[in-house]
């Protein structure tokens, strides 16, 4: 946990850094960084680590899966531009975990994670034509967690958040653009939904509600996109890194086995890398 608090606090500061950013790209032409329409699909590779605060439940992996996201630019006078886009994830994979729960031990689980998110923010371009765009939205995010072992269950976790940010683009030289997205997650509810009757068909399937503002995110990412003139596509590189901090849930009570159920105080890193084409 200790860790994951000092990498919380690098996260923060690279945000608050970027508000204000002081890196310099190459001069170029406004419409050689950003088209009206954008196109982007690729392949993500993720490391996943999710750990609870009494340290009974830690599941940690790598995961693949897909990505793609489609953006709209559109002038709004001459200088500036509107911004609107959508993104989806689908990742999946075999997590690692030992630990005990109220059905036994737990020993790994399989695991696949959805997530969405509509964005709408405003380009601002600077003197030297580089590209700067704060940003704001409304994302969804769905974890499957199907637990193995004598006390396996599946669980459902569901997250509905508001992702406020800000992005830069600019050249780095002929045919390759860069920059960074710096991001706060503020947090507005969700659930986790516990199949306990997976382990004993006496038990219920409590689901737990984790309320608005108990808990908060970031994310942090460098991309860098080399473009095809002849094709008209263009090949990007991402590495990211994530982080969740979610508190204790309310309560529920477990029929057949009269205790409350609850989701702990956990937190969840993930850091990948993004490869992707764009059309």
Known sequence: MEVRRILKSFLLMALCFFIFPSFTFAEN????????????AGADFRYLDYDTSDSNEEFDGPMFGVAGDFFYHGISNMDNY???????????????????????SIDGSDDFLIETRGLVGYDYFTDNSNLITPFTGIGYRYWNNDID??????REVQYWYAPIGIKSLGSLAENWTGGITAEYDLFLGGT????????DSRYNDPEVDQDPFDGHG?????????????????????????????????TKAVTGASIDYFEPENETLSYGIRLSLSF
Do not use: C
Request: charged share 25%; proline share 1%.
């Open 192 to 199: 986790v939904k516990s199949h306990l009757s997976d382990i």
């Open 218 to 250: 970031f994310r942090f990412s460098v991309h860098l996109t080399r473009e095809f003139e002849e094709r008209g596509h263009s090949l990007t590189f991402e590495p990211y890194i994530r982080y969740w901090d979610l508190d204790k849930s309310g």
């Open 29 to 40: 032409n406004a419409g050689s960084v950003i088209d009206t329409f954008n196109f982007k």
């Open 149 to 154: 072992g004598s006390g396996g269950f599946k």
């Open 82 to 104: 509107l911004m609107a886009g959508i993104e989806l994830e689908v990742l999946g994979g075999s997590l690692d975990s030992d630990g005990q729960n109220i059905g036994g």
